[in-house]
């Protein structure tokens, strides 16, 4: 499935306080993709602010791992659930199951994504339908499934982390940027409905992040080679406690007047990066 099978997250060796520590105290947080890259560090971050998780995917076995460790390091209750944000039976029996635990849930975390560099011409029909269908169909099944069991009846957050890749057109990206194209569309769609049930709804959308699966698959390494980093207006890849501090002030009260809004959090690097078809196609090389 993943490379990240072989590799144990570890939670930050420091981490420095930039909201009151107790600043989601009494929360519940709903995570899809929570045991692993990206949603883990998340779920470590809001746990640190005292928010007890659900982190959901399709290996029970990462996420029990990924579990122990969130609460060994924060003190908080993370409670894994295997899923998949394509099957709705599972879903709605997972919903069940946290509500069973916590009583509620007050954020919806929609990470969970599926991607690989290809070029369209190369891409086949289920190939396609396979990231529309866990980034962007995910997307409406989890935020559906939680709204109609508990957001409806006492409001919430929910965010959707999605990506800059379809603001450009970014090479061999087709299917990703379609799906978080969706996603983004989603998010306005929802927070008009919903806002008159007290749901905020955001799009958190990282640029390149290191240390990540997402990263890796797309030729992280290779990039770095090329000097890609200089390009980024801020020099650097961003990191995984950046996108984890980005969503903790979506979901705060800090963010209260914020609904169908995207937070780019990027160090500027949609704004000049995304490379030609033809220089992917060079760096990627024998590996497309
Ligand atoms: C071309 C590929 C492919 C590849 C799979 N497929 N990998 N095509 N290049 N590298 C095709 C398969 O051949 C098949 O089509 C179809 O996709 C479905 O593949 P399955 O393996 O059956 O799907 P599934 O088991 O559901 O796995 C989904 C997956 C997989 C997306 C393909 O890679 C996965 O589970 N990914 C989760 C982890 C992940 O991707 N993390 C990165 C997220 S980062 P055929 O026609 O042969 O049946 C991210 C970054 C965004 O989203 C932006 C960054 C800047
Ligand atoms: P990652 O570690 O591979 O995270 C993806 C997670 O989604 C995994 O935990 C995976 O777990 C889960 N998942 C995949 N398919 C699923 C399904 N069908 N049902 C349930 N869970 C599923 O990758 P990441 O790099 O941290 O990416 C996290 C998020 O950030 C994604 O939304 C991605 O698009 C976004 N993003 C990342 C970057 C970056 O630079 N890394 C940039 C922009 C956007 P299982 O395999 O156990 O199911």
């Given at each position: 499935?993943?490379?990240?099978?072989?590799?144990?997250?570890?939670?930050?060796?420091?981490?420095?306080?930039?909201?009151?520590?107790?600043?989601?105290?009494?929360?519940?947080?709903?995570?899809t993709g929570?045991?692993?890259?990206?949603?883990?560090?998340?779920?470590?971050?809001?746990?640190?602010?005292?928010?007890?998780?659900?982190?959901l995917?399709?290996?029970?076995?990462?996420?029990?791992?990924?579990?122990?460790?969130?609460?060994?390091?924060?003190?908080?209750?993370?409670?894994?659930?295997?899923?998949?944000v394509?099957?709705?039976?599972?879903?709605?029996?997972?919903?069940?199951?946290?509500?069973?635990?916590?009583?509620?849930?007050?954020?919806?975390?929609?990470n969970a994504?599926?991607?690989?560099?290809?070029?369209?011409?190369?891409?086949?029909?289920?190939?396609?339908?396979?990231?529309?269908?866990?980034?962007?169909?995910?997307?409406?099944?989890?935020?559906?499934?939680?709204?109609?069991?508990?957001?409806?009846?006492?409001?919430?957050?929910?965010?959707?982390?999605?990506?800059?890749?379809?603001?450009?057109?970014?090479?061999?990206?087709?299917?990703?940027?379609?799906?978080?194209?969706?996603?983004?569309?989603?998010?306005?769609?929802?927070?008009?409905?919903?806002?008159?049930?007290?749901?905020?709804?955001?799009?958190?959308?990282?640029?390149?992040?290191?240390?990540?699966?997402?990263?890796?698959?797309?030729?992280?390494?290779?990039?770095?080679?090329?000097?890609?980093?200089?390009?980024?207006?801020?020099?650097?890849?961003?990191?995984?406690?950046?996108?984890?501090?980005?969503?903790?002030?979506?979901?705060?009260?800090?963010?209260?007047?914020?609904?169908?809004?995207?937070?780019?959090?990027?160090?500027?690097?949609?704004?000049?990066?995304?490379?030609?078809?033809?220089?992917?196609?060079?760096?990627?090389?024998?590996?497309?």
């Open positions: 499935m993943s490379s990240s099978d072989s590799v144990q997250e570890k939670c930050l060796q420091t981490y420095n306080y930039l909201f009151r520590p107790d600043l989601l105290r009494g929360k519940v947080a709903f995570i929570g045991g692993t890259g990206i949603g883990f560090t998340i779920a470590e971050i809001l746990m640190r602010h005292q928010c007890d998780t659900v982190i995917s399709r290996r029970l076995e990462k996420l029990t791992e990924s579990a122990k460790t969130l609460k060994k390091n924060t003190g908080r209750e993370c409670i894994p659930i295997k899923m998949d394509r099957k709705p039976q599972e879903i709605l029996a997972a919903v069940d199951e946290a509500l069973a635990t916590f009583g509620k849930i007050d954020f919806v975390i929609n994504a599926g991607n690989f560099l290809c070029p369209a011409s190369a891409l086949s029909f289920n190939a396609f339908r396979t990231v529309m269908e866990i980034d962007a169909q995910g997307t409406f099944n989890i935020s559906k499934a939680v709204y109609d069991k508990c957001l409806k009846k006492h409001g919430g957050v929910i965010v959707n982390i999605s990506a800059t890749l379809h603001y450009r057109g970014s090479p061999l990206q087709v299917h990703a940027g379609s799906a978080k194209a969706a996603v983004d569309a989603m998010t306005k769609h929802l927070a008009v409905e919903w806002g008159e049930d007290g749901v905020r709804v955001i799009s958190v959308s990282p640029g390149p992040i290191a240390d990540t699966e997402g990263m890796k698959r797309l030729g992280g390494k290779r990039a770095e080679a090329t000097g890609y980093q200089r390009n980024i207006p801020l020099q650097r890849m961003g990191r995984r406690e950046e996108i984890g501090n980005t969503v903790l002030f979506a979901v705060s009260d800090a963010a209260s007047l914020l609904t169908g809004t995207v937070i780019v959090a990027d160090g500027g690097a949609w704004l000049s990066t995304g490379g030609s078809y033809a220089s992917y196609k060079q760096m990627m090389g024998s590996k497309l």
